[in-house]
């Protein structure tokens, strides 16, 4: 889980469970989350679909990181 929830984070928010992706994640450790992505906006169909790769840890970007 996040050290921090952000409410208006939707990474947080799916982290949290607060948020539902079909499927779930496809795995997850302590540092990452990955996860299928929903369908973008009026897309119908795609061949392979979208994979995301998120931190478990909220940080504004990734140049934020560090080894904690």
Do not use: N
Request: with cysteine; proline share 3%; charged share 25%.
């Amino acid at each position: 889980m996040t050290d921090t929830l952000h409410g208006s984070c939707s990474v947080c928010r799916k982290h949290s469970g607060e948020v539902t992706v079909p499927g779930g994640a496809i795995y997850e450790d302590d540092l990452v989350h990955m996860s299928h992505a929903q369908l973008w906006q009026d897309e119908v169909e795609h061949y392979l679909g979208h994979l995301f790769v998120e931190t478990q840890r909220h940080v504004p970007g990734l140049a934020d990181l560090d080894e904690r």
